[in-house]
């Protein structure tokens, strides 16, 4: 028996196996069709997993970012929370040094104003001491010239003339 040839015609088929072969191509052919729809499916279903694997990674390394920067955060809130509370206590002791400071300040002015006081006495005392003493002078000079008077009354030569006395020509 001689086997068919594919390259012969159709003619020489059977018209049902003409058309068997017509519908078993057909359906070939969808299959095929299908095939390429599902294959291209497929790279796309791919390429769709490869970017969604992507965006989770990233979302993972934003995650870790997140969380860094939370514990970061959390650092610095206690940080400021230390120096929020050293400068509290900061200044507080300023505040005090302050109230301090205006203590001494008044201390300082009524300290002045004594000074000035006691300066004002010490100026007073001395003028009242220059008189005193001067008075002091004047009586012993008064006395002196009484006394001068006296002996110049009771000698014959006045005062000036005595450094004469003795002295004849």
């Known amino acids: ?35 390429v729809q599902s294959q291209e499916k497929n790279l796309m279903l791919s390429a769709q997993l490869r970017e969604l694997e992507r965006m989770s990674r990233d979302g993972e390394d934003l995650k870790s970012e997140l969380i860094n920067q939370s514990l970061l955060l959390t650092d610095k809130s206690r940080e400021n929370k230390q120096l929020h509370q050293e400068l509290g206590r900061i200044t507080g002791l300023l505040e005090q040094k302050l109230q301090e400071t205006e203590e001494l300040r008044a201390t300082v002015v009524e300290l002045g104003h004594q000074l000035k006081t006691r300066e004002a006495e010490r100026d ?10 001067n008075a002091q002078r004047r009586q012993q000079a008064d006395d002196s010239f009484s006394q001068q008077q006296q002996q110049g009354a009771k000698g014959d030569t006045p005062g000036w003339l005595k450094a004469f006395k003795g002295k004849s020509p």
């Open 124 to 133: 007073l005392l001395a003028v009242m001491l220059n008189e005193a003493e």
């Open 1 to 35: 028996m001689a086997e068919p040839n594919p390259t012969t015609s159709s003619s020489s088929l059977p018209a049902s196996a003409t058309s068997d072969a017509g519908s078993f191509t057909l359906k070939l052919i969808e299959l095929q069709d299908a095939l």
